[in-house]
């Protein structure tokens, strides 16, 4: 059974956007060669943190979607390298796939992904909803 996943993490502010980049291609590399399935990368860029960590106000937010077989997660190994880099300020793995099955029960209509842009079939872009 496929297994749905979002890993986020933030990145101290002071790292240019070539080492973001080389920091996120470290950990899409750890997880494709569990045989997990990189979905979407998603950078946010700089951004203000809630409350100061390490006595940083903002930080480079990175979001990782992932599909993996629920057999062997890759996330201990992830997780642990993650706690020891200097460079990540936090970071959070959450499964996805129960809370969209939880909104597909409740909505009765197919979630749409983070990474899917397209407008479902039969509507049409801009048009009036039927109230």
């Known amino acids: 059974m496929t297994r749905l996943y979002e890993l986020g993490f933030i990145i101290e502010p002071r790292q240019p956007d070539d080492e973001v980049q080389a920091i996120t291609d470290k950990y899409k590399g750890m997880i494709e060669a569990s045989g997990a399935e990189i979905k979407h990368v998603d950078t946010w860029g700089k951004r203000k943190l809630a409350y ?3 006595n940083y106000t903002e ?4 979001f990782i979607y992932v599909a993996a077989d629920d ?3 890759p996330w201990p190994d992830v997780e642990r390298l993650m706690m020891q880099d200097e460079k990540i300020l936090r970071h959070l793995v959450v499964r996805t796939d129960q809370d969209l099955k939880r909104a597909y029960r409740k909505a009765k209509v197919k979630p749409r992904m983070p990474w899917e842009t397209e407008e479902p079939a039969g509507e049409e872009k801009g048009a009036p909803h039927a109230s």
């Open 52 to 54: 100061p960590i390490r």
């Open 59 to 62: 930080g480079k937010y990175v």
């Open 71 to 73: 057999v062997v997660p």
